[in-house]
């Protein structure tokens, strides 16, 4: 009996294809501690195993001693990362099943990722053969449905363009990350003998300038006054405000005048002016839109929101998320993923009434992808969520439901008031249609301003001349959801990349807060950068390699290519690099130190008043929270936790007074806590569930 190998991306993802492809049950055996799946299938014997995501991944293959470096190779992933070393157990079982395999196929999904992890898993585990004959599953979800559909239908080989590309963009990125931040370091180690933990990388660089031109910009923003003179009005039992016809007054006399005039006087209304007009459904979720969307609703970073999702689909809940298409193609049949969905209680009311429509015809946005659909659920019923998962999971049912409502009919109403010669300006705004709003649910609430029954040429007593003194205000700092739509809108990074790399800038010490700051340091960087050496902050090359890899895929480049000009414009970089090494070195040295000073110095000690500081033991090197006048008698001290970035927030617990820091642990949502472990807020530390269940390994 022939034996054919499915090679898929997780061991979620294992157990779904084969319980998908199985005529009966398949059975679960294990190689080495690693599950895979057996069964028989058109007269076949048919494996199923798991990878741990990336098992392969690129390294020097010399010590990387100067820069720039570009002789690299493809190695296990547990030879460059001892946390990767389960790793080594999942490769060995692949080995070992492919050795008496005559089939191949890759079920990883289809993306340049899960593309290029199936590539490297059959060639460095399965043999040159498996790579020339690997069939393709070609699926958006994790449904027995489309596995099966998946299946029936593979496509004849691996999509080699992807594979170039992705092997592109993996070379790239190892290029420019490792040699400029080997390039950082370096200066730094010339000018002031000590090593510096710096980093940069193709589109991280840029993102970061984007970051600091904004806080540039904010930092020299000069604030302006201005003046705002209103009225309230108390119209049956509610106080509404009506704004002057000139919103800003620059002079404080004007606004002292006009106020002056209007005291204690009446307003006529002079006209009423109602506009009704529909407001559109909302188009599907792309990942860019589900991020910006879980960021308004709930607070969730786009890096949380993405793995929340990944968990989502590994569930075989919601289609692919990585996807940049707004479209819903008809043959998903709409019908029938609503009337599962119903199935749901709380759903139920809501896929009745879309099922009673005449027709089903969602509002699509522009944005297409030739992989996958828009992101939207596939009507399988979930089990057992987290917290944070059913709220995303709601989120996007409820979305997927709004996109086939008819538009909402709202009303605004603009009354014009007259006081004294002074015009103002009473708004109301209602919804008097909900349409699609009924299907979006508490995401599409807006807030109402109900207007009684007003009618030309009557006058209202206001019952007070309102007068304020403001100012102009800075451009809005970007929060992680915003300036992940300002890369994508450049064109920088790729709808995956995008979250993990604004990650790393808080990682590295650059960027903090969720109203984004910029550290001095992550200033430094990018001024010195762009004083002596502006191509590696530079956007418009970023942008331009992006294009090349786009291109790959689309077959008109070769990935090597587009290889060898990025090591001509990298040659070029760091030539002019070294020429300013010593200058770079000395900017970037003094704001490391500094910056990383006050990262470990977490506030003020209650007992004394020193500096607590975050301390490494040397004994059992753990860290810990002392006081800087240890010398002086002060014992005051904290545990911390010993995983995930400790930052600093400036303010202290309002229960115990200790001060309060942010852990942000990698892959995981940051939380806040003080330091006093004996605080009262603690006292039900421990009793909570795990927050997001999570499958073993990653991309």
């Not at 890759?106 to 059959?122: A, K, P, Q, S, T």
């Not at 209304?269 to 609703?297: K, M, N």
């Not at 200058?583 to 110095?601: D, H, N, P």
């Amino acid at each position: 009996m022939s034996r054919a190998l499915i090679i898929c991306e997780k061991p979620s993802a294992a157990v779904k294809i084969a319980s998908a492809l199985a005529e009966g049950k398949p059975v679960k055996r294990e190689l080495n501690g690693i599950p895979y799946y057996e069964f028989e299938r058109d007269g076949k014997q048919m494996i199923v195993v798991p990878a741990l995501g990336h098992l392969f991944t690129l390294k020097n293959v010399r010590p990387m001693h100067d820069y720039p470096v570009y002789d690299v190779d493809w190695v296990p992933t547990y030879e460059v990362n001892r946390r990767a070393e389960r790793a080594r157990a999942f490769a060995e079982a692949i080995r070992e099943l492919a050795k008496g395999a005559d089939e191949f196929i890759c079920g990883c999904d289809f993306d340049l990722e899960g593309e290029l992890i199936g590539f490297n898993v059959l060639r460095f585990l399965c043999g040159e053969h498996a790579v020339k004959t690997a069939k393709r599953m070609k699926f958006s979800a994790l449904t027995a449905q489309d596995l099966r559909r998946a299946y029936e239908n593979m496509l004849p080989q691996l999509s080699f363009e992807m594979v170039d590309s992705g092997i592109a963009r993996h070379v790239l990125d190892w290029y420019w990350g490792m040699n400029t931040s080997k390039a950082l370091s370096s200066a730094v180690e010339a000018a002031h003998q000590r090593f510096a933990k710096l980093s940069a990388g193709r589109v991280q660089s840029p993102a970061l300038k984007i970051l600091v031109e904004r806080e540039l910009q904010i930092k020299a923003f000069k604030p302006e006054p201005f003046w705002v003179v209103g009225l309230l009005i108390e119209l049956e039992g509610k106080e509404l405000r009506a704004e002057h016809a000139v919103p800003k007054f620059t002079v404080k006399a004007e606004a002292e005048r006009v106020r002056d005039l209007c005291q204690g006087k009446p307003a006529l209304i002079t006209s009423i002016q109602t506009r009704q007009y529909r407001q559109p459904p909302p188009v599907p979720f792309d990942l860019g839109l589900l991020q910006a969307e879980a960021y308004r609703c709930f607070g969730y970073t786009p890096m949380r929101t993405q793995q929340l999702a990944q968990n989502l689909y590994l569930a075989g809940l919601i289609t692919y998320p990585r996807t940049s298409s707004q479209k819903l193609p008809p043959t998903i049949n709409y019908a029938e993923i609503i009337e599962r969905l119903g199935e749901i209680p709380r759903y139920r009311k809501l896929a009745e009434s879309l099922l009673a429509m005449p027709e089903l015809k969602p509002n699509e946005g522009p944005k297409v992808d030739p992989a996958h659909p828009s992101c939207h659920p596939t009507g399988e019923k979930p089990e057992k969520l987290t917290g944070p998962q059913q709220k995303l999971y709601d989120l996007i049912v409820r979305r997927f439901f709004s996109v086939f409502g008819v538009p909402a009919l709202k009303e605004s109403i603009k009354v014009e008031l007259d006081v004294a010669g002074q015009k103002f300006y009473l708004r109301g705004r209602r919804i008097l249609e909900d349409g699609w709003l009924v299907y979006y649910g508490p995401y599409g609430a807006t807030e109402e301003v109900i207007l009684p029954q007003l009618s030309e040429g009557q006058t209202l007593m206001p019952k007070q001349v309102i007068f304020e003194e403001k100012e102009t205000q800075p451009p809005p700092r970007y929060n992680p959801a915003s300036v992940v739509k300002e890369l994508e809108k450049r064109n920088l990074g790729t709808k995956a990349t995008r979250a993990p790399i604004i990650q790393t800038l808080y990682d590295r010490g650059y960027i903090f807060g969720n109203q984004i700051s910029v550290t001095e340091l992550g200033i430094v960087v990018v001024n010195t950068l762009s004083k002596y050496c502006p191509e590696i902050v530079s956007e418009e090359l970023t942008a331009h390699f992006e294009k090349e890899m786009e291109a790959i895929q689309q077959g008109k480049r070769s990935s090597r290519e587009v290889i060898e000009k990025a090591k001509e414009k990298l040659d070029e970089i760091f030539k002019k690099f070294r020429q300013h090494q010593l200058e770079i070195g000395e900017e970037l040295g003094e704001a490391y130190r500094r910056t990383k000073q006050l990262q470990k110095t977490l506030g003020t000690c209650p007992m004394c008043g020193g500096q607590l500081k975050v301390i490494v033991s040397r004994r059992t090197h753990k860290r810990f929270v002392g006081c800087s006048n240890y010398q002086k008698g002060c014992k005051n001290s904290f545990p911390l936790p010993q995983n995930g970035s400790i930052i600093p927030m400036d303010k202290t617990c309002e229960r115990c007074g200790a001060p309060m820091i942010q852990v942000n642990r990698q892959g995981m949502r940051p939380y806040r806590m003080c330091l006093d472990p004996r605080c009262p807020s603690k006292e039900d530390w421990g009793k909570r569930k795990p927050e997001v269940a999570r499958d073993s390994g990653g991309k």
